[in-house]
């Protein structure tokens, strides 16, 4: 009798204990869930839905299709913008994580003053963007600026460095360098330092050099950090437009301007939102690109330990 | 041949460690080894042979070629390190022929020796893995591989056998100890490990505090260890040391003492551990530990009193206050 009440009594016990579990495993993720779902998840596909659309001012909007996408592709402003990023891209990524790792290198070894120079190195990083693109504005200031009045003793003509299409993206190009560098040394210095002395040493008692102990070693080890920063250095070079705002505004003719001000100008000023929405999912889409390529492809062809 | 003579050799980090004053010769084709507790100087002794610090002073010279301030290439050694220090991006092949690498030769006679040695070491079927898909006892062959491919005449070992565990640390002592003598090597192999160091050494130099408490064959700091820090650190388990007349202290080893019935000296049985072989049994004497070594199973009860005795001819004496032997003989117990 006892026992007919036990078994007929377990399953329902333990089905409401497993019910139970997953009431408590989905209250543990509810934050996150709200979080990302309103701050990510929904904008995104709420702006590709958007993108679908037509503006609609003072009316309805209609679905157009892939008409927003067509016109995108017509504008010359849109290619003129990606074609500006890509080059930003490739002046600034390699340029930051080449300069990250001489200095990793250097601040890395016994010398006098080191915490001091890493301090220094990194001082950049800790300063928002806004507050270095106005200390930059000052550099570049035609007749007056720091480069100017420097290439004045040596009987240069004074220069409009932000104003000129063909020097803007190198000015703006050198300034996040020398943000972004300080950034990425700590990566490396990080690296660095789990490489144990002993390889050296073993390689030392082997006769190899200083040099090709570090591209044959040092190098390979580093692998996984530079993918990771170059990862980052990719997408900050899409994503970090501030400067823009204070030093340039995309000008002049939009020589200097980068998809997500360009971006941010449609939506704000020309208050286009759906051909922004358009724009942005392009944007998610180049980045998402990225990101796959370094899970699917590089992670695998890169030692780690 | 290659010997090896470190002459008045000093090293000191700001007055802390480090050696003072040490000299000793290695022959050519023998195998030294450097014993002695952490911190005693021995690692530093190895790497000062192997030029990776700096001596502040002494000479030491390899096969007659003074070295004292050539850097560890011009030296010709090889050196096997306590961590192995595979580089971990490499496959082990690749970790083997490093070196002939960067001397530049040829891919030819590279391939020649490493498919030798791989034999030698027993890798031939894992030289495309990485260091990170073996096992200990494999990773510390790919580090004996590189060190002999270089056929250098003389090796370094910094406690190759430390992170592995019992069983292979036996095998590998006897592995190393054949190699050494087959190619001939001049091998200096340190480690803290009193075993191994009587199991392959040709001559042990027992260090301390930076300077040789003693340097002699194995069965010399067996069976006349210079002071009383040599007769407790080598042995298992060590000598009994115990207060005797005459501001001296009586050592005699566990084997050479025997549990008697009648007279002798009067203990107490603290523990007894069983070895098979053989059993150690603990015992107490006014507050001093005597170990007994007896044959085969012991079977006194912890607590039991019992009486000790051991032969003159068996007994060392050292002095209180220096701890170093002195001559002569005890009166029997």
Same mark, same amino acid.
């Given at each position: ?100 790792? @001489? ?42 600026? @720091? ?44 690296? @660095? ?58 000008? =002049? ?53 | ?125 894992? @030289? ?24 250098? =005449? ?5 406690? =190759? ?88 202290m009586l050592g005699v080893r566990p084997e050479h003492v025997s549990i008697v019935e009648g007279n002798g000296v009067p203990a107490t049985v603290k523990a007894v551990e069983y070895l098979g072989a053989d ?21 006194? =009860? ?32």
């Amino acid at each position: 009798m006892v026992a007919a009440v036990m078994s007929a009594a377990e399953p329902r016990a333990a089905k409401r204990r497993n019910w139970m579990t997953s009431i408590n495993a989905w209250l543990l993720l509810l934050p996150a869930i709200v979080l990302l779902g309103t701050f990510t998840h929904y904008p995104i596909l709420s702006t590709l839905y958007h993108s679908f659309f037509s503006l609609g001012r003072g009316g309805t909007s209609n679905f157009v299709g892939f008409e927003n996408y067509a016109y995108m592709l017509d504008d010359d402003v849109f290619w003129q913008v990606l074609r500006n990023n890509i080059v930003f891209a490739l002046a600034t990524v390699p340029t930051s994580i080449a300069l990250a790792l @001489l200095m990793a290198v250097w601040v890395d070894k016994k010398i006098a003053g080191r915490s001091f120079l890493r301090l220094a190195f990194f001082t950049p990083t800790v300063l928002p963007m806004i507050a270095v693109a106005n200390i930059w504005l000052f550099f570049y200031t035609p007749g007056y600026g @720091l480069l100017d009045q420097f290439l004045k003793n040596f009987g240069f003509a004074s220069n409009n460095w932000l104003g000129d299409p063909s020097t803007v993206m190198t000015c703006l190009a050198v300034m996040v360098v020398w943000k972004e560098a300080g950034f990425f040394m700590i990566f490396y210095l990080a690296a @660095l330092q789990t490489i144990p002395p002993e390889l050296k040493e073993a390689a030392e008692v082997e006769g190899a050099s200083r040099w090709y102990f570090f591209r044959r070693v040092t190098l390979p080890l580093l692998m996984p950090t530079t993918l990771f920063i170059s990862i980052n250095a990719l997408i900050n070079s899409f994503k970090l437009v501030d400067q823009l705002v204070i030093m340039t505004k995309g000008g =002049p003719n939009n020589a200097s301007s980068l998809l997500l001000y360009y971006i941010y100008e449609v939506a704000f000023t020309f208050q286009d939102t759906t051909y922004a929405a358009t724009l942005t999912v392009t944007l998610i889409a180049i980045l998402a690109g990225v990101a796959l390529t370094k899970f699917v492809y590089l992670d695998r062809r890169i030692h780690y330990q | 041949m290659s010997e090896i003579v470190v002459n008045a050799v000093s090293k000191t980090w700001g007055g802390v460690g480090g050696v003072n004053n040490i000299s000793f010769k290695a022959d050519a084709g023998t195998l030294l080894v450097l014993l002695g507790p952490s911190g005693c100087g021995k690692s530093t002794t190895l790497r000062l042979i192997a030029g990776l610090e700096e001596v502040d002073s002494g000479t030491i010279t390899i096969g007659g070629r003074e070295v004292t301030h050539l850097s560890p290439a011009q030296r010709h050694i090889s050196m096997v390190f306590q961590s192995y220090a595979l580089f971990p991006h490499l496959n082990v092949a690749e970790n083997i022929v490093f070196g002939l690498k960067v001397r530049g030769v040829g891919r030819a006679e590279r391939d020649e020796r490493l498919k030798k040695v791989a034999d030698i070491v027993g890798l031939s079927h894992l @030289l495309e893995r990485k260091p990170s898909q073996l096992s200990g006892g494999q990773r510390q062959r790919v580090a004996l591989g590189r060190a002999i491919i270089a056929e250098a =005449p003389v090796c370094l070992m910094d406690e =190759p056998l430390s992170n592995l565990d019992a069983k292979l640390r036996h095998e590998m002592r006897t592995e190393i100890r054949s190699l050494q003598q087959r190619l001939g090597m001049t091998m200096v192999y340190v480690t803290h490990d009193q075993t191994e160091a009587m199991t392959m050494a040709d001559r042990v130099i027992l260090m301390r505090d930076g300077h040789i408490e003693q340097n002699g064959a194995p069965h010399e700091l067996y069976n006349e260890p210079a002071s009383d820090f040599t007769a407790r650190f080598i042995g298992t388990p060590p000598m009994n040391i115990i207060s005797w007349q005459d501001n001296a202290m009586l050592g005699v080893r566990p084997e050479h003492v025997s549990i008697v019935e009648g007279n002798g000296v009067p203990a107490t049985v603290k523990a007894v551990e069983y070895l098979g072989a053989d059993s150690i049994v603990l015992c107490d004497v006014k507050g001093e530990n005597v170990s007994v070594r007896q044959t085969g199973y012991c079977s006194l =009860p912890t607590g039991a009193q019992v009486s000790l005795e051991w032969q003159n001819r068996h007994i060392h004496l050292f002095d209180r206050d220096s701890g170093k032997r002195r001559a002569g003989t005890a009166s029997h117990a």
